[in-house]
């Protein structure tokens, strides 16, 4: 089996991939051939591996790089790649450039190769699609109505997949992924950042700022609930989906002030101590757009996507994936 | 007050210019000049004026071209151009081209065109965005799932044009139509078309086909009520719309069997006679698509939108609009 990750080179994209080297097999196929894709120059992989793995700069707004990444015909893609929601919204064209003409540029290159080839194609969407005013509860059915570019770019490459799959042209799957939480890494540029930050930071010592009030809401899984969603979706049997290939993704709701409470349940008060609070207007008035009410991905969990329960537990996954299962912070 | 049609080719297109012409204004503002463009070369308007009246040959799929029809930056301006549902499922490349591509170079060319142009643009789509399984009734806020490529693309269509009209770029509005019936001339290929055909032709004394089961239901309102759509969202303030730009029009929920039946009490046995029913497997498919609920069209009610009540009413509309007030089948 040849895998194709794009956007390989992002956090998601690395550890699905360190997890395809670690065990050799999707599904209980033996992978032949691993190749990772971005817009940047991959990071070199050191993971040893049974198989090859090759990296490759790919700028997918170019129709015909977008198509030679399909020369050796991957039969599992992963179309991770996307332009941040805040850079989305800063920068209207590059927004739809990689984010609407990357996926009708990959679709376009699937569909033109023919003579039968339709892979699996696996894409990440996000809560973003959504938007207010909202019923009680947001099931997989509650209508796209982003409030955001990057949500509407992400919506419309829904409806794309969607279409191309309805036709046959190839085997789509759509994970609405929560807010990936706690990301590790740098601060990026999405607009859900300040939800990693405000524990990220403070377990290693460092001061966080918290630029929204504490009763704005998200929904949240970790990184590695996210590998798990993307290799599930990888194998699981599409007939069952229907035509709507657009699976909400489990996830646990809760506010910034949950976020903190389970902050100082897992790590204590010095901890805690290190968020400051200082508002910003312009993140304030995003995150007025994403008072979601609670989540039921029941359709996903029934296809046997799972993630986790607790703010206490995604915080501890954390502390035990990124941090060698100490936290730094208090041992200042 | 400066108009531009695209589509201005089209029964809908000429319709409205005509209603211009006899006005010559549109809400109380006087028009100045009226362009009619259209991918195919616009019939001489032979209705007089008191503006002038310019027709365009102008393929929208390409940017440039696009481009060139607001050079002269018109005041208003409604999308109207489309390939039709059949069109669309049977020519994949062509259906996006037109329908997704021409959307999107008509937004570009008046977002490039900057220094605070922001036009009045209504779009006209359709109620193939939607697609089952249904709720009990279907309003502007139930989930996009198209079942068609032509819908899938006036659903991104949709999507795109609220998000430009949020990042302020134009002042959009979206009609999602009823099917419109009668609708008058040839046949084409619109896979709804069955719905008027199985009415126009008997009522001069041709046969029809109907090549579907009498339980086939649909959403109806006349040429005459499209029009009056168009004009009034001309003039709507769009501040009331909040972000979602899209409405759904209000029109008359029935089954081919409700327009029979319609028929028969307006023009009696004999031209009920010339329906043959042949089924057809493909259009059963497509229609199994359409098995809408009802329509509740309640915002666009409230914000003045108004269409017939009766199947009887459309085709009453139908004889006095286009047949002179007479049913010529019953002269034969």
């Not at 910034?256 to 897992?266: H, P, Y």
Request: hydrophobic content about 40%.
């Amino acid at each position: 089996m040849k895998i194709l990750i794009i956007g390989g080179g992002g956090m998601v994209g690395q550890k699905l991939a360190h997890k395809f080297a670690l065990s050799g097999t999707c599904g209980n196929q033996a992978i032949t051939q691993l190749t990772l894709a971005d817009a940047f120059a991959v990071p070199e992989f050191t993971i040893p591996s049974n198989f090859p793995v090759k990296s490759v700069v790919a700028d997918i707004t170019n129709p015909a790089i977008a198509q030679s990444l399909f020369t050796d015909k991957p039969d599992l893609v992963f179309h991770l790649a996307a332009v941040v929601s805040g850079e989305a919204e800063a920068n209207f064209e590059k927004g739809y450039s990689v984010n609407l003409g990357g996926i009708t540029n990959i679709l376009e290159a699937i569909r033109l190769t023919g003579n039968g080839y339709k892979p699996r194609l696996v894409f990440t969407s996000s809560v973003a699609v959504y938007g207010g005013p909202y019923r009680e509860n947001i099931d997989d059915d509650f209508h796209l109505q982003p409030r955001t570019s990057y949500g509407t770019q992400k919506a419309m490459s829904e409806l794309l997949l969607n279409d191309y799959s309805r036709r046959g042209f190839v085997d789509g799957i759509t994970l609405r992924l929560p807010t990936i939480c706690v990301r590790p890494g740098k601060p990026n540029k999405a607009a859900s950042g300040l939800f990693s930050n405000i524990l990220r930071e403070p377990l290693v010592g460092i001061e966080a700022i918290l630029p929204a009030d504490k009763s704005a809401p998200n929904y949240f899984a970790t990184p590695r609930s996210a590998v798990g969603f993307l290799l599930h979706a990888a194998t699981l049997d599409t007939s069952l989906l229907g035509d709507n290939r657009a699976l909400l993704m489990p996830g646990v709701w809760g506010t910034v002030g949950d976020e903190i409470d389970a902050l100082r349940r897992v790590a204590g008060d010095d901890i805690v101590a290190l968020i400051k609070y200082e508002p910003d207007p312009a993140v304030e008035r995003m995150l007025a757009n994403w008072n979601f009410p609670r989540f039921v991905s029941s359709r996903a969990n029934s296809l046997g996507f799972t993630a986790e329960s607790t703010l206490d537990e995604i915080i501890q996954i954390h502390i035990d994936d990124e941090l060698g299962g100490k936290i730094p912070g208090l041992e200042k």
